[in-house]
């Protein structure tokens, strides 16, 4: 069993490695990665082909409860392998958000606050800000920047500001709303597939806490940017000379019909613990549903699904998969447990801050990944346990990324859009402003869980 912990731990090392590099793409890595680990661990090392079924997990798509779960169960548990749940739920809300771009719907809702604060510098860059969070409360962070940075430096031309400021402001706010529901963030929605928790679970825990950071963190982004912010907001608009909401709207049809299909997303995510739905069957049916609407646009809303994520997610799974057939996350909880001596709140700390610091230069995906067996280890069958470090883990991994420009991937669409069109945001500049304000966001966490469920 030692060979097969020090290959899976190899490969996992050597995985995160070049997903760092960024030299070859992320799905290729991971993918490349997962082949290795069926054939040198599962295969030559521990010729356990049921180490591959069970990681594989296809047998869990046959499973009714993998679709429909009795609303009145109450036990949360890890689970090994491709988390198909997370899969589907993700392949869902990319066709419906690419629904929702080809109807035009971003690009009118960003026009419509800006005509409703009268294109007003400083008050657009709040309205922004919180715009950013809620929306990612619902819509994928990337999605969600990548529309609101291309209408910022739209705006930017026509009314003769610098966007940088309001961009960066933006990214940490999508980071900080996605962690605020179970869809919001990658991380989150492979802690509640894996765990069982619903969107209202998450709503009423993170949710609490990116609601009073978000208070801060537009205060904070103000302060630091109010000389800027003041000086482009002097000159007189002339609001008429403006483009109109309306005319972002690209079919009137498409777009009432992606609204209303958002909406029932959003019914569905709220009520599926009561309704027993499973994530991975709202994903798949709002993705149908979707579909059907679309008309001879199905194509064209396929052909945009990001298909090299979901590969991604793929790969990953199957390499945390052979560190959790190995035993190699065990022995990382229990190291954890002995460093922290099975005090809670000390749990807590580390968790947050090493999964903070981490999640800053190494993608917060599979490391979200990696610590779900392992905190559902270090809580044993404490549910009240396994709950406080599952909302540990996810503030530290989602607000931990918006540290540098490389720790979540809305930083990297935001950034690689500000670059195309001609506003380089070095490290140096994101850093300067992104930094102190992740601390406050990890402060807040850190008293808000420890005073609600330690003290």
């Known amino acids: 069993m030692l060979a097969a912990q020090i290959a899976a731990a190899v490969i996992f090392v050597a995985m995160f490695v070049l997903i760092v590099m960024d030299k070859i793409e992320r799905h ?66 990319m066709v419906m958000v690419e629904g929702m771009a080809k109807s035009g719907f971003f690009r009118w809702i960003c026009m419509l606050l800006a005509k409703v604060v009268k294109y007003k510098v400083v008050p657009l860059f709040i309205a922004f800000m919180i715009m950013s969070a809620v929306l990612a409360m619902f819509i994928d962070s990337i999605t969600v920047i990548l529309f609101l940075a291309a209408i910022t430096i739209e705006l930017a031309k026509l009314l003769k500001f610098n966007p940088v400021p309001m961009i960066l402001a933006e990214i940490f706010c999508a980071n900080l709303g996605g962690s605020a529901t179970m869809c919001g963030d990658p991380p989150n929605i492979i802690i509640g597939s894996a765990l069982g928790y619903s969107f209202t679970d998450f709503l009423l825990n993170t949710g609490l806490i990116a609601g009073v950071s978000l208070v801060f963190i537009v205060v904070y982004f103000y302060l630091v940017n109010r000389k800027e912010l003041k000086s482009a907001g002097g000159a007189e608009i002339d609001a008429d000379s403006m483009p109109s909401p309306a005319s972002a709207i690209v079919n009137m049809r498409d777009f009432i019909i992606s609204i209303v299909i958002f909406l029932l997303a959003v019914v569905l995510l709220v009520t599926h613990a009561q309704t027993g739905l499973s994530v ?75 999964s903070a610091v981490a999640s800053a230069f190494v993608d917060n995906i599979p490391f979200a990944a990696t610590m779900v067996p392992i905190i559902t280890s270090l809580a044993g069958a404490d549910t009240g346990v396994l709950s406080t470090l599952a909302w540990s ?18 930083n990297v669409v935001g950034t690689s859009v500000a670059a195309k069109n001609g506003h380089i945001i070095t490290w140096g500049k994101f850093c300067k402003q992104a930094v102190p304000a992740t601390v406050i966001v990890l402060a807040i966490s850190t008293v808000v869980i420890l005073l609600r469920y330690c003290i």
């Open 28 to 93: 290729y890595v991971t993918l490349g990665c997962g082949l290795i680990t069926f054939v040198v661990v599962f295969g030559l090392i521990m010729q356990d082909f049921g180490a591959i079924w069970n990681t594989l997990a296809l047998h869990n798509l046959a499973d009714l409860h993998f679709w429909w779960a009795d609303p009145n169960a109450t036990s949360h548990g890890g689970h090994g392998g491709i988390d198909w749940a997370t899969i589907i739920f993700l392949a869902g809300m």
């Open 393 to 410: 883990l996810a503030m530290g991994t989602d607000i931990g990324g918006c540290a540098t420009p490389i720790g979540a991937s809305a």
């Open 280 to 354: 991975a069957s709202i994903g798949a049916g709002i993705a149908l549903i979707t579909l059907l609407c679309a008309g001879k646009g199905i194509g064209i809303i396929l052909s945009k699904v990001d298909y090299k994520t979901l590969l991604f997610f793929v790969g990953l799974f199957i390499v945390v998969g052979g560190l959790e057939q190995t035993g190699v996350l065990e022995l990382m909880a229990n190291f954890i447990a002995t460093i922290s001596g099975g005090n809670l709140i000390v749990m807590v700390v580390i968790i947050i801050w090493f």
